[in-house]
């Protein structure tokens, strides 16, 4: 429409309606009966929009749509307008959250690729491709709920998907494009609604991990996965920092291990899955670790070994030397480790249930666990001996004390029932 046949349409336009209803400034009726009102963005560019209601108790004219009133759109528009906010926004969350990810440089390339990977499957064809500023915590609310009875999600499965969104739309609040941010304040809801109990990772018992260690120790099959056992059990390492440990990070004579990598299978933004080596987890991860008696013995055999047979042959961005291998001479995952995890705990049990019945006894087995259960126990076996939560911190690489607090707590239940005990007979005075 050119400048002069828009003059002349808007010049047709009524300041009254048929209902003799005097309109305000900027609101128009054109002479098919819709209501035009016209604004500047915060850009200044001059926009419009059209209803063919004016008021909300205006009922929807035969053969239209419906349609929100006028002056409905008018309250929005100008509180919009006094907060700042962009009233015609068509950017989707995924239009922000595609912007947010590319503007995190300092993102590890693995965290980064987990996170794409948790967005493009749950997300970006799902609540992804709203506009943002449509989304309510309503919308938020049903989109976690689905998670949870349609996806079987966990707790933490949820609190990742939190992590990923909230930031985005705090951004957007800061950016004025939505006013508040629909996702505070859900987590706590869904924990109150859906009554949930994070479960606790437990640590092997002093008999669960003894009676793991003898029979992978003495299994002729499970046998060769034994040096690699102990070196976890006896120094509380994550696996991925384990699995990265070259012979060049024992320092025999002073009796320590230097951690300052990870090793990682990830998939990568191109699709493939390869291995990586990484930085450690949090900046306290870097760290020396005492190399204890059984850890050293583990090594020194692990190392006679390859002497004998071959050395690891992997070259990883420039790390090789690496301790721990397969039988082809390679890196494994910790996928491999975990799936090896179960074998053995799944013998071990079966074997278990036959040896309790010829003995008549109860069975003891082992619960499920993964190799980041070996990390919990070894702690547990720290906290149990040692009260000093800060050297504890030190030799875990905990970023935070709670976590440590919270580790030496459950470990010392038992003691602390001794303690109680004591205390009941001094202040049982009557």
């Known amino acids: 429409m050119n400048m002069l046949h828009q003059a002349a349409v808007e010049g047709s336009m009524s300041r009254k309606d048929s209902k003799g209803r005097i309109l305000r400034s900027n609101e128009v009726v054109r002479p098919d009966g819709r209501y035009v009102y ?21 009922p929807v004219p035969k053969g239209k749509a419906w349609c929100e009133s006028l002056r409905e759109m008018e309250k929005v528009i100008l509180k919009d307008q006094m907060d700042g906010i962009e009233t015609k926004s068509k950017l989707t969350l995924n239009d922000r959250w595609d912007a947010y990810i590319s503007d995190k440089p300092e993102l590890k390339q693995s965290t980064r690729t987990n996170y794409r990977y948790m967005y493009d499957k749950y997300i970006r064809d799902d609540i992804g491709k709203m506009l943002i500023k449509s989304i309510t915590y309503s919308d938020c609310k049903r989109f976690f709920n689905k998670l949870i009875h349609e996806r079987g999600f966990k707790p933490s499965s949820v ?15 800061r950016d004025n494009v939505i006013r508040t941010n629909p996702i505070d304040g859900i987590i706590a809801e869904l924990k109150r609604s859906n009554d949930w109990v994070v479960e606790k990772r437990h640590a092997l018992t002093k ?19 034994y040096p690699l056992i102990i070196c976890l059990l006896g120094t509380g390492c994550r696996v991925g920092e384990m699995l990265g440990l070259r012979w060049e990070d024992v320092f025999w004579n002073d009796g320590y291990i230097s951690i300052d990598h990870s090793l990682i299978y990830r998939q990568q933004d191109d699709g493939t899955c390869r291995f990586r080596v990484t930085t450690t987890k949090t900046r306290n991860s870097d760290r020396e670790i005492p190399m204890f008696g059984s850890v050293r013995k583990a090594l020194k055999e692990e190392y006679a070994r390859q002497c004998r047979e071959g050395f690891c042959e992997d070259e990883i961005e420039g ?11 390679h890196v494994f995952s910790p996928h491999n480790l975990n799936r090896a995890l179960d074998r053995i705990t799944r ?32 702690c ?3 906290c149990e001996e040692e009260t000093d939560l800060k050297l504890i911190q030190e030799i875990m690489g905990h970023a935070d004390i709670t976590t440590t607090m919270d580790i030496y707590n459950e470990s010392n239940m038992d003691r602390k029932r001794e303690r109680f005990a004591r205390l009941e007979k001094i202040a049982n005075v009557f």
């Open 319 to 329: 790390y090789s030397g690496f301790i721990w291998m397969n039988r082809h001479g």
């Open 38 to 58: 016209q604004y500047y963005d915060l850009k200044g560019n001059r926009k419009r929009v059209y209803s063919w209601r004016l008021v909300e108790t205006d």
């Open 380 to 382: 547990t076996r720290i």
């Open 207 to 225: 008999e669960q991990q003894t009676a793991f260690v003898n029979y992978v120790r003495n299994h002729e099959v499970y046998g060769h996965w």
């Open 159 to 173: 609190e990742i998907i939190n992590t990923l969104l909230h930031p985005v739309f705090r951004i957007a609040v």
């Open 347 to 378: 013998d071990y049990n079966a074997e278990e249930k036959v040896n309790a019945k010829k003995e008549h006894r109860k069975p003891e087995l082992l619960p499920h666990f993964s190799a980041h259960h070996l990390r919990h126990t070894f």
